[in-house]
């Protein structure tokens, strides 16, 4: 019976360590540069409880207790500047069409990530959506620009966060920004629920980026160093026998030495 109850565990362990990242879109878009600047729109926060410059900080937090984290992707977020933006971006629609986003190309990103509040109810189907995003330039398979619109209309549920879960939530978003989609793997980061719950990225998360954005590596020799080998410690028990030997050797020659010296 014990041997089934540690295969099952063993198959459900493989289960929750299923890896299973999506990207938003079919093409794997992504972003041309390793370095990525996100920005934020001035004056557009009226509801959410924060001004733009705390929005910053809490970008810059994002960016480095997350994404600037996964060691095996070469991607690279940084906290940007506060700039002025049209004023469409506080009150246009993010998408011409919500089923498959046609990106409204009044509001096309020119480089980077700019973040936004935005209080067209259009954009968000209840004041529970916390935010809206979109790779919203693009070339080719290259995202030149991305759209994240925080829900700023009265109401909203941003405001109700801690800073904590708002960094979260603003890692979240930038996830969507350089090409990812949710992940099915609760213990994610792109999870689509329970964002506000994280402080860290999971394994999904990384395994994502890093298919996204792999680090490059030079060819490198690949070596394996054994541990522990027995015929070493052989080895060693061998050597201290023989010291040990010589030991007793030089007493027995040191005594005889005393024995004949003449005492004082
Ligand atoms: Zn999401």
């Known amino acids: 019976?014990?041997?089934?109850?540690?295969?099952?565990?063993?198959?459900?362990?493989?289960?929750?360590?299923?890896?299973?990242?999506?990207?938003?879109?079919?093409?794997?878009?992504?972003?041309?540069?390793?370095?990525?600047?996100?920005?934020?729109?001035?004056?557009?926060?009226s509801n959410?409880?924060?001004?733009?410059?705390?929005?910053?900080?809490?970008?810059?937090?994002?960016?480095?207790?997350?994404?600037?984290?996964?060691?095996?992707?070469?991607?690279?977020?940084?906290?940007?500047?506060?700039?002025?933006?049209?004023?469409?971006?506080?009150?246009?629609?993010?998408?011409?069409?919500?089923t498959s986003c046609d990106p409204n190309?009044?509001?096309?990103?020119?480089?980077?990530?700019?973040?936004?509040?935005?209080?067209?109810?259009?954009?968000?189907?209840?004041?529970?959506?916390?935010?809206v995003t979109v790779p919203n330039n693009i070339s080719g398979n290259t995202i030149l620009g991305s759209l994240i619109m925080i829900n700023d209309q009265v109401g909203n549920v941003f405001i109700s966060k801690s800073r904590a879960e708002k960094v979260s939530i603003i890692a979240h978003e930038l996830g969507h920004t350089f090409g990812l989609g949710h992940s099915p793997v609760s213990d994610s980061l792109m999870y689509y629920s329970t964002v506000s719950m994280r402080k860290s990225l999971g394994a999904d998360d990384i395994d994502g980026i890093t298919y996204l954005y792999p680090k490059q590596q030079p060819v490198t020799c690949g070596t394996i160093t054994e541990k522990n080998?027995?015929?070493?410690?052989?080895?060693?028990?061998?050597?201290?026998?023989?010291?040990?030997?010589?030991?007793?050797?030089?007493?027995?020659?040191?005594?005889?030495y005393l024995k004949l010296r003449p005492r004082v």
């Open 229 to 256: 080998n027995p015929n070493s410690w052989l080895g060693l028990l061998i050597g201290i026998g023989f010291i040990s030997l010589l030991a007793g050797l030089f007493d027995k020659i040191q005594l005889r």
């Open 48 to 98: 959410i409880g924060i001004d733009e410059t705390e929005l910053l900080s809490i970008v810059a937090d994002a960016v480095d207790s997350y994404w600037n984290k996964s060691p095996t992707s070469r991607l690279k977020l940084r906290a940007g500047i506060v700039s002025s933006q049209l004023a469409a971006f506080k009150t246009g629609l993010i998408c011409n069409a919500n």
């Open 1 to 45: 019976m014990r041997p089934i109850i540690y295969l099952s565990l063993g198959f459900l362990l493989q289960l929750t360590r299923a890896q299973a990242f999506t990207l938003n879109n079919s093409a794997a878009i992504v972003f041309a540069h390793d370095e990525v600047s996100v920005n934020i729109a001035s004056n557009n926060c």
């Open 105 to 131: 190309p009044t509001l096309a990103v020119s480089s980077g990530v700019l973040i936004t509040c935005n209080n067209n109810s259009s954009n968000f189907s209840s004041n529970a959506v916390l935010a």
